[in-house]
């Protein structure tokens, strides 16, 4: 059976353990050979089909052990999606955020050789001023703000990036950045993040 189509626009961060800015931009290794970070987006419209979306938010972890580029493959992902969720909405998004419904999601999932599993949990995703955060409680606790510039609560955006949500993509700090769950745990705080509004659609 066909993936539905589907689209969102979603405020999406992320905030992995490389130094500012990250490595993987340009298309180098990540500052410390191996890279983990947490990817969330918060669904502000969307549609799967004719299941609706809006108001969801999902959350990808991505851990590459290195050595190596990040596009060279041997990634693990776990995956958490909203519990307000429907059981309809929650196929959609499983199909969608696991790369199954085609877009830039499936581009991303071929980077990944061990899948650790989808839950059910609470996310909470804020956008407080300049500050976005992502929280699953006893899981991840993200938040990022604006790094850089000459007018510290104006983002610095760069341009022309191989980045999935680029190409313009401002680069923000992590004021907190804890992750903890499937036998892994870090702090990325200080480290590199960022943010943005993104429109995706599939297949």
Request: include cysteine; glycine fraction near 12%.
């Amino acid at each position: 059976m066909s993936p539905a189509p589907w689209r969102i626009k979603a405020d999406y961060l992320e905030n992995c353990n490389c130094e500012l800015l990250c490595p993987c931009l340009f298309g180098v290794k990540p500052t410390y050979g191996d890279c983990n970070v947490p990817i969330a987006y918060h669904i502000r419209e969307g549609q799967y089909g004719d299941v609706g979306l809006e108001g969801l938010c999902v959350v990808r972890i991505t851990i590459f052990p290195g050595p190596g580029l990040m596009a060279s493959g041997n990634q693990k992902m776990a995956l958490y999606i909203d519990e307000r969720a429907t059981s309809p909405q929650h196929d959609a998004l499983l199909e969608i955020f696991s790369g199954k419904a085609g877009g830039p999601l499936a581009r991303l999932q071929v980077l990944v050789t061990d899948f650790l599993g989808v839950k059910r949990v609470p996310i909470s995703y804020t956008i407080e001023g300049p500050r976005h955060s992502v929280s699953i409680p006893d899981i991840v606790d993200v938040a990022l703000e604006p790094a850089g510039g000459t007018n510290p609560p104006r983002e610095m955006v760069i341009t022309n990036t191989r980045h999935t949500c680029g190409p313009d993509l401002p680069v923000g700090r992590s004021v907190r950045g804890r992750f903890h769950d499937h036998g892994y745990a870090w702090d990325n705080t200080g480290k590199n993040g960022h943010y943005k509004l993104i429109e995706w659609s599939g297949p």
